[in-house]
């Protein structure tokens, strides 16, 4: 009964802040793509231990650390400021409401957040992976329309793994719906390879589809 309850608890944030932040057409357009989902996803996967051996690290190659874009593990306080000082309202800068997560990483300049990943472990609610202790998700990353194309996402994707290598994590995942080129094509520039897929199912916004339990992929 507990997972029903934060997966109902979940949606309803969503929705209220999608219902606040966006207008009448774009909610509606939005829960019409959210009540019925049949998306084939694609399971990616790096394994820490292989990163000195693969070259795989935080790199910048390609990003303009000249002026000051730094890759970084954000803070919450950091992140809510920006959000007020911009007006900036994509949810997936507001995971650690919908979720309970903590941790992520930011590539960002001054003044702005230019991209955000979220990292879950086993004891955070996903709706995806079945994960042990050793594992990690990295979840909802986005770049915002004007930064991409920097490499940003694989420079963060680099970092986030090798901070969590240094945190014991052996197997990190990531799941990308099958048509997303773009992030397929980041993901494994930062060295993540596919590993297995699953289909994600809704009817009537109700989640059928069963969690794919990593253990048996590895």
């Given at each position: ?34 009540i ?23 790199s ?12 970084k593990?954000?803070?919450i ?11 900036e ?14 941790d ?17 472990r ?6 995806f ?6 594992d990690?998700?990295l ?44 992030s397929?094509?980041?993901?494994t520039?930062?060295?993540f390879v596919?590993?297995?897929?699953m ?20």
């Amino acid at each position: 009964m507990m997972k029903y309850d934060k997966k109902i608890g979940r949606a309803i944030k969503l929705l209220s802040d999608l219902f606040k932040n966006h207008t009448f057409i774009d909610f509606i357009k939005t829960i019409k793509t959210a009540i019925f989902r049949n998306d084939l996803i694609y399971v990616f996967a790096i394994d820490t231990d292989a990163l000195i051996q693969n070259g795989s690290g935080n790199s910048l190659h390609g990003i303009d650390a000249e002026h000051g874009v730094v890759i970084k593990k954000g803070d919450i306080n950091e992140l809510n400021d920006f959000c007020n000082r911009t007006g900036e309202n994509a949810w997936e800068f507001k995971c650690y409401k919908y979720d309970g997560v903590k941790d992520f990483f930011i590539a960002r300049d001054a003044n702005t957040i230019r991209c955000i990943t979220w990292i879950y472990r086993k004891d955070d609610f996903n709706r995806f992976l079945i994960m042990g202790e050793e594992d990690a998700l990295l979840q909802y990353g986005l770049t915002l329309p004007q930064y991409r194309g920097q490499r940003l996402l694989p420079a963060v994707l680099q970092a986030i793994a090798k901070y969590l290598k240094n945190q014991g994590c052996k197997k990190v995942y990531g799941l990308i719906e099958c048509r997303n080129d773009a992030s397929i094509k980041s993901t494994t520039r930062a060295g993540f390879v596919k590993v297995g897929q699953m289909r994600l199912i809704k009817i009537f916004g109700i989640q059928i589809s069963r969690k794919l339990d990593v253990s048996k992929i590895s």
